[in-house]
């Protein structure tokens, strides 16, 4: 069974995703132990304790200083002997201590395909906005493996969607939801949790393909 610590800090949808794919037997041999948000107003909080999650808030504002603060992320993560971390919609920088510790232990979803749209600064509806602006004609999404860079690490999947003329970045954003992140975050952790995905050379290769 893949003990998974869910990181957050919005709405939740990616966490709803990962839960009803679990409930409805598209992800196996997976457990959420716990739901750690930096913001205690997060809804995602709501939507784990409604699933019967464990939930904690750890807020950088509550810590002088931000050592401390990573020092308490890590000790609550530990303390959960989570397998898999899984960053959904998380807007902390991850700790490098946490990253090495977890090598190839923590996945992240973005809104785009990566090597288009990421890096510092491409997050939330930024990343769909610069879409938009660039013209381009397919985006999507991608989950990878975190690494100390910003996107840069091993990717898992990715899944293309349509960019439509009259797109607001509102309504990209939500398609892209819709069609690529709540699909293959999901698919990504069963993956992992049936012993499919390997790292090599900082590539990914999925036994048996991603269909
Ligand atoms: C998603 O667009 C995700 O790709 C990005 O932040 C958003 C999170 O949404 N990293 P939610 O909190 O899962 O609803």
Request: proline content about 4%.
């Amino acid at each position: 069974m893949l003990k998974i610590g869910v990181l957050v800090s919005g709405g939740g949808t990616n966490l709803q995703a990962i839960i009803d794919n679990i409930n409805t037997g598209n992800i196996t041999n997976s457990k959420i132990e716990v739901v750690i948000s930096n913001n205690p107003n997060a809804f995602a909080l709501e939507r784990a304790k409604k699933a019967g999650i464990d939930t904690v808030c750890i807020s950088p504002k509550d810590y002088s200083d931000r050592s401390l603060f990573n020092k308490a992320l890590i000790e609550k993560i530990d303390e959960y002997n989570v397998d898999l971390i899984v960053l959904a919609g998380c807007m902390v920088v991850m700790p490098p201590e946490l990253i090495q510790k977890y090598n190839n232990k923590i996945i992240n979803i973005h809104p785009a395909l990566i090597p288009s749209f990421c890096g510092k600064g491409f997050y939330g509806l930024h990343v769909h906005e610069e879409a938009l602006k660039r013209g381009v004609k397919i985006t999507g999404a991608t989950v990878h493996f975190v690494d100390e860079g910003t996107d840069t690490g091993p990717i898992i999947l990715q899944k293309a969607v349509e960019v439509r003329q009259d797109d607001t970045p509102e309504i990209l954003q939500r398609r892209v939801m819709e069609e690529a992140e709540w699909k293959i975050m999901p698919k990504a952790i069963d993956l992992i949790a049936n012993g499919k995905v390997k790292v090599e050379d900082r590539k990914v290769y999925i036994s048996g393909g991603t269909k």
